[in-house]
Every structure is written in C-alpha cells, then in structure tokens.
C-alpha cells in the first residue's frame, strides 16, 4: 500500500494571489495525478504528473493556470495561480502503482481544501 | 470519452442492507473500483475488481459485475451508521493510471 500525505490540508486564500500544494508519497510510484472537487461534486482529473517532464493536461485545465512539479518518484507540487473564487475546491493528489506489486491500486491523500476569498 | 454514472442517493436503516450501483460506458474497463468520502475527509479506496471477475467478498462488502451490462454494485451488510458517507464508482483502463469517477451516492444510514 501507500501512504499519501498532502500540504497545506486547509487554506483560506485571497483573490489573485497562487498557492502550491505539495504531495508526498512514502514510496516510488510510477504515474500520480492530480484531481479537483468541487463542492458538492466528483472528481475532475487536472492532469498527470510525468516525473522528469511536463505534466499531462486533461481538456479545460492549462500549464499557466496549473503549474505541476514531479521531481522525482516520491513527490510532486501543483500550483493553483491568480485564484478566483471559483478556484475553491478540494485539490486531491493520487498515485499508482502500477508496475510493483500492488498492481493496479490507486491512492488518494486527505486532499487540500481550498477556499478563496 | 469514459461515462460513470450512479444514483444521488441512498438511505437505508441501520443494521439493514445497502446496495450502490454503478453503470459505465467503457468497454476497455479493467479495474473497477470503490471509494468512501466522509465529511471533511479524502478518498479511501475499500475495495476494487478486475473486469474478469464477477464478484468479490471482502467481509462486510460484496462487490458484483455484470461486464455484460456494464454494472458494477456494492453491497454493504449490517449497514452501520459509521457507513453514512459518499461512496464513488470509479473505472480504469488497462495499465493508463487516470480513472473516471461516478457522481458519487450520499448513503445515509438512520438509526
């Protein structure tokens, strides 16, 4: 199994400025990715982080508004700039570890709730 | 693209059981899974099962597939009051690691 921790868990953010959320995982996974709730919603795939290139981008969600870092396999940042108050969501960072023993599994962390005044 | 789809709601009684279901689109499927969200809380993975099977127990929690259909659902037995929370259908294809989530089912358990 893995253990996924995320940071900050809760912040309260003003208009304009961008925050970074940080998440590590307590072992190596092949792919992570990064996921939007918004309030009273499911989840929306953001994108995946590739380690050692540019992040993978799902349709509705670009580079400059959603910068993701994967510097290595343990770990990845996923910035949310210029918010709006229609950026207040729960930000979840998930991995898997397709390709270990594991097989197929995904994880989740406790998420990052966001909320933009 | 990938469709899940689920029922908004469920309430049920305590100590009696409960049965979420799921259909999706995807034919590719392989894994399918379910997750718990409680209030406040992320993503808890309780149980998945490769698109060969038809069913998997894992003690209070039975899932069933019908591929042929492409219906996934999750029994819960002896529903406690601890088991009020939202519960995500999420499908996975092949080794690509993205999934596509349901809508999520509220189940609240009155006592």
């Known amino acids: 199994s893995a253990v996924i921790s995320q940071k900050p868990s809760r912040d309260i953010c003003q208009r304009g400025t961008s925050l970074t959320i940080q998440c590590q995982v307590d072992?190596?996974?092949?792919?992570m990715f990064w996921y939007r709730q918004q309030p009273g919603q499911s989840l929306t795939l953001i994108a995946t982080?590739?380690?050692?290139?540019?992040?993978?981008?799902e349709s509705g969600f670009v580079i400059d508004k959603f910068p993701i870092s994967r510097p290595n396999l343990t770990f990845s940042t996923l910035t949310v700039s210029n918010m709006s108050p229609e950026d207040s969501s729960i930000y979840l960072c998930?991995?898997?570890?397709?390709?270990?023993?594991?097989?197929?599994?995904?994880?989740f962390g406790e998420g990052s709730w966001l909320t933009v005044v | 693209g990938e469709d899940v789809e689920q029922s908004l709601f469920l309430s049920v009684r305590e100590g009696d059981s409960s049965v979420i279901n799921c259909t999706y689109t995807?034919?590719?499927?392989?894994?399918l899974y379910w997750y718990k969200q409680e209030p406040g809380a992320g993503l808890q993975l309780l149980t998945y099962?490769?698109?060969?099977?038809d069913m998997k127990q894992d003690q209070r929690l039975t899932v069933l597939l019908n591929k042929k259909d492409k219906h996934l659902s999750l029994r819960i037995a002896d529903t406690q009051t601890g088991d009020s929370a939202i519960y995500f259908c999420?499908?996975?294809?092949?080794?690509?690691?993205?999934?596509?989530f349901g809508d999520g089912t509220t189940l609240t358990v009155k006592p």
């Open positions: 982080a590739n380690q050692g290139s540019e992040a993978t981008y």
């Open positions: 998930s991995a898997s570890l397709a390709g270990t023993g594991d097989g197929n599994t995904i994880y």
């Open positions: 995807d034919s590719s499927s392989t894994y």
């Open positions: 072992s190596q996974v092949t792919m």
């Open positions: 999420a499908e996975k294809e092949g080794n690509a690691g993205k999934s596509t």
């Open positions: 099962i490769f698109s060969n099977m």
